[in-house]
């Protein structure tokens, strides 16, 4: 089992439209969640964090935390172009280590 | 010159060079990472240093040799490398190797072996 899980996508939402984006992780005791946005050819930049059970907002973003089902979303808004990216999640386990999903593909269609 | 900087920002090397990947912050961190990026896989850890310190080395060959001179710089030393270490090469920084701080990266190397 691989300890931070995305779907690799592409995941195509219409513009407009909610995209929704999920992240499973393995070890119980993480603490703290992040989602970094990649455009093709850039390096990671962080979106989001989240710390506590429940949802964090940010503008058009939403962060989902539920510890006890060990999984974190994002939720984007009003997807605009320039939204398309590959979202990596990042969960820093009970050792402190951060550790990585592979990415979802988003593609934001106008 | 603001945030980290990476140079080069390609590199193509054959199997027998030796080169060196150069990082540098200037966002007053103490933490700095190399990180080695493949197609379509999660963001792998190579080194950790923290305050000058390397306090993760992560399984990585020797074929591969960090040094850390100060905590503004980090460099990555390459020898005899591999067609399949051909990727993209990200340093990033943070306050703290293991505090809750978020990462900032550099623009990556991408780097191709022949």
């Known amino acids: 089992q691989k300890e931070v899980e995305q779907n690799s996508g592409p995941l195509s939402v219409p513009e407009g439209a909610i995209a929704s984006l999920n992240c499973t992780y393995s070890?119980?005791?993480?603490?703290?969640f992040f989602w970094y946005r990649q455009y093709s050819g850039k390096s990671p930049e962080l979106i989001m964090f989240i710390y506590s059970n429940g949802d964090k907002e940010d503008g058009r973003f939403t962060a989902q935390l539920n510890k006890a089902s060990q999984y974190v979303s994002l939720l984007i808004r009003d997807s605009q172009p320039s939204d398309s990216a590959t979202y990596l999640c990042a969960v820093k386990n009970s050792n402190y280590q951060l550790i990585w999903g592979a990415g979802t593909k988003l593609i934001i269609k106008p | 010159e603001t945030g980290v900087t990476q140079t080069p920002r390609h590199l193509v090397m054959g199997m027998t060079n030796k080169k060196s990947l150069k990082c540098e912050q200037h966002?007053?961190?103490?933490?700095m990472y190399w990180y080695k990026q493949s197609a379509k896989k999660p963001l792998e850890l190579m080194f950790v240093y923290n305050f000058k310190e390397q306090t993760e080395n992560n399984s990585v060959p020797s074929r591969f040799s960090p040094e850390c001179p100060n905590s503004s710089h980090l460099f990555l030393h390459l020898h005899t490398l591999q067609p399949e270490d051909s990727a993209l090469y990200l340093c990033?920084?943070?306050?703290?190797?293991?505090?809750?701080?978020?990462?900032?990266f550099g623009p990556g190397t991408r780097l191709t072996v022949l």
């Open positions: 966002l007053g961190h103490n933490a």
């Open positions: 070890d119980r005791g993480s603490q703290s």
């Open positions: 990033a920084s943070s306050h703290s190797g293991t505090s809750d701080g978020e990462q900032f």
